[in-house]
C-alpha cells in the first residue's frame, strides 16, 4: 500500500502540475501567433508593436522554464 504522506510522489505530483500550468501559459500566446500568421486575429506585432514583444515573450519564456522543471525527469 502506498504511503499518503510519500514526499516523493507529492512533490512528482506538484512538478506535474507546474508543467501543466507553464504550458497553459504558453498555449495561448502560441494560437494568437498561429492565427495572426493566417490573418484570422490580429498579429503580435500589431497589438503590442516591436518593442512591446517583450511583453508576451517573456510571459511564453517563463512558462516554458516552469514547463521544463515541471516535466524534468529525476529520477
Same mark, same amino acid.
Given at each position: *500500500? !502506498?504511503?499518503? +504522506? &510519500? !514526499? +516523493? /510522489?507529492? /512533490?512528482? !505530483? ?8 507553464? %504550458? %497553459? ?7 494568437? %501567433?498561429?492565427?495572426? $500568421?493566417?490573418?484570422?486575429?490580429? /498579429?503580435?506585432? =500589431? ?10 515573450? /517573456?510571459?511564453?519564456?517563463?512558462? %516554458?522554464? *516552469?514547463?521544463?522543471?515541471?516535466? $524534468? =525527469?529525476? &529520477?
Amino acid at each position: *500500500m !502506498k504511503n499518503l +504522506f &510519500d !514526499k +516523493f /510522489s507529492h /512533490s512528482k !505530483k506538484a512538478c506535474r502540475l507546474l508543467g501543466i500550468l507553464g %504550458l %497553459l501559459l504558453v498555449a495561448p500566446f502560441g494560437l494568437w %501567433l498561429l492565427l495572426g $500568421w493566417l490573418g484570422v486575429v490580429p /498579429s503580435l506585432v =500589431e497589438v503590442f508593436g516591436v518593442p512591446g514583444l517583450r511583453i508576451p515573450a /517573456s510571459i511564453v519564456i517563463a512558462g %516554458l522554464l *516552469m514547463a521544463a522543471v515541471g516535466f $524534468w =525527469e529525476y &529520477d
